[in-house]
């Protein structure tokens, strides 16, 4: 299904564009039975820059929210058939969803209501009529607050690539999407060879130079889709939707190409080359998660035996 995976396609880029802090703003879905409250919100909303969805029933924001990503949601308390409490209920229930941003909007100025949202999960909570200025600031400040938040918990501080801790989460919610369509997916293990004698030669500063310099290579020449995390020292993971293994070979093997051909760090005039041994393997259906990325790591294993500097499948 083509449109599905666009739909998943621009959710990366939208994600990566906002961790590398770039001009786009975030995607927000407001959901609100009150048509003309709505519509006054997507506008302003829209022209503050952020990129706005909308939805005046709860099916048809679980709907939207299991097409696309959204970095916050806004949403109304009474609301027919089902209510912002029900909302509340389903995003729990969906790992996926579980942690969006939220944001109250709500005529009902109950104590006990906002006690009960709060608990239910909800990070925000603006009673109507309100002033547009002070829910674009409540918007601005949640949005600020999980970016740092996940630029911390899941970046690699030396590379800026992820870490292990997001590719673990990651790779699962891969896998279900790879089961749903089906498509295929790959991972590749890369490992730097004779790194040790990088450290040794010249220096642990140099060595980490190479790592920030081979983690922008690697990065450029990935899609958007596709997850490069550092998992270890010198040890890169890369997850590929929509790929299989052979194709997945190719990629590293262009990779590897052009590691060898430019300096991953550059120094004082000298210029630092390396080679990584790389291991494919794509995932087969029954197959745990544990086993597929082992079986990855055995291919790079293999490929240390005979000889480094190459890529197996
Ligand atoms: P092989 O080809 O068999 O993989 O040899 P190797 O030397 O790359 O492998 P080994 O596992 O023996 O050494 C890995 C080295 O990576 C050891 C350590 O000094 C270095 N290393 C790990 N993390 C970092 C880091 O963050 N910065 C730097 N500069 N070096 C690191
Ligand atoms: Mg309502
Ligand atoms: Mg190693
Ligand atoms: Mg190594």
Not at 1 to 20: N, P, T
Not at 61 to 74: G, H, V, Y
Not at 89 to 96: C, M, R, S, Y
Request: aromatic fraction near 10%; glycine fraction near 6%; proline fraction near 3%.
């Amino acid at each position: 299904d083509i449109s599905k995976v666009e739909y998943e396609m621009d959710k990366q880029k939208v994600k990566a564009r906002q961790l590398s802090g770039g001009a786009h703003k975030g995607r927000l879905l407001v959901i609100d039975d009150d048509d003309t409250l709505r519509s006054y919100l997507v506008s302003r909303l829209n022209a503050d820059g952020y990129e706005v969805s909308e939805a005046a029933d709860v099916d048809t924001a679980i709907r939207l929210l299991r097409e696309q990503a959204f970095d916050l949601i806004t949403l109304d308390l009474v609301m027919h058939p089902k209510s912002g409490y029900e909302l509340f209920e389903l995003l729990k229930e969906d790992p996926t969803l579980q942690w969006i941003p939220t944001i109250v909007l709500s005529g009902r100025e109950d104590v006990s209501d906002k006690v009960r949202c709060f608990y239910m999960g909800s990070d925000d909570y603006v009673t109507k009529p309100f002033q547009y200025e002070e829910l674009a600031a409540r918007i601005y400040r949640l949005l600020k607050r999980t970016e740092s938040f996940e630029q911390l918990a899941f970046r690699d501080p030396l590379t800026g690539v992820y870490n292990r801790l997001y590719f673990d989460n990651q790779i699962k919610l891969e896998l279900q999407r790879a089961e749903r369509y089906p498509a295929p997916l790959s991972i590749a293990f890369l490992d730097i060879d004779k790194f040790k004698s990088i450290n040794d030669t010249y220096g642990h500063h140099i060595g980490d130079l190479v790592l920030q310099g081979l983690s922008h290579i690697v990065q450029q020449r990935l899609r958007a889709t596709d997850l490069l995390a550092r998992f270890g020292g010198e040890e890169y993971v890369i997850a590929m939707p929509n790929t299989d293994g052979e194709q997945a070979k190719q990629v590293v093997q262009h990779i590897l190409q052009q590691v060898r051909d430019n300096p991953a760090a550059q120094n004082d005039g000298n210029e630092y080359r390396i080679t990584f041994s790389a291991g494919i393997a794509e995932w087969k259906p029954g197959q745990s998660v544990k086993d597929w990325l082992q079986a990855a790591d055995q291919a790079m294993y293999e490929a240390k035996q005979e000889g480094r500097n190459r890529v197996l499948l």
